[in-house]
């Protein structure tokens, strides 16, 4: 099937950076699109972030003018950079994709998720 891979996460003051990279592997036969999904403890997993092939992209308004998400898409690799960190985005953050294994079969796959802690 599908393995993603994150990397990245950590601790950083607020208003610092970081920057969050994702790799897929397996069989994929078309990505179809990538994202971020961020879960805060006891609340449901919500999108961060997402490109699809075609270069659309969109953002929750929370993290609009302060991430930005980009793609190497023949390497199936996601990226987020994150400025201005705030204590809110504390969370783990997951690596999304979407893509066909098939002709005609596809899939959503999730990577492990990686700690985000923004902190002084």
């Known amino acids: 099937q599908v393995q993603l891979v994150e990397s990245g996460g950590g601790l950083v003051q607020p208003g610092g950076s970081l920057r969050l990279s994702c790799v897929a592997s397996?069989?994929?036969?078309?990505?179809?699109?990538m994202g971020w999904y961020r879960q805060h403890p006891g609340k449901e997993r919500e999108l961060v972030a997402s490109i699809n092939r075609g270069g659309g992209i969109n953002y929750a308004d929370d993290v609009k003018g302060r991430f930005t998400i980009s793609r190497i898409n023949g390497d199936n690799t996601v990226y987020l950079q994150m400025n201005s960190l705030k204590p809110e985005d504390t969370a783990v953050y997951y690596c999304?994709?979407?893509?066909?294994?098939?002709?005609?079969?596809?899939?959503?796959?999730w990577g492990q998720g990686t700690q985000v802690a923004v902190s002084s």
């Open positions: 999304n994709m979407r893509a066909y294994v098939t002709v005609s079969e596809w899939g959503d796959y």
């Open positions: 397996g069989s994929i036969f078309a990505n179809i699109a």
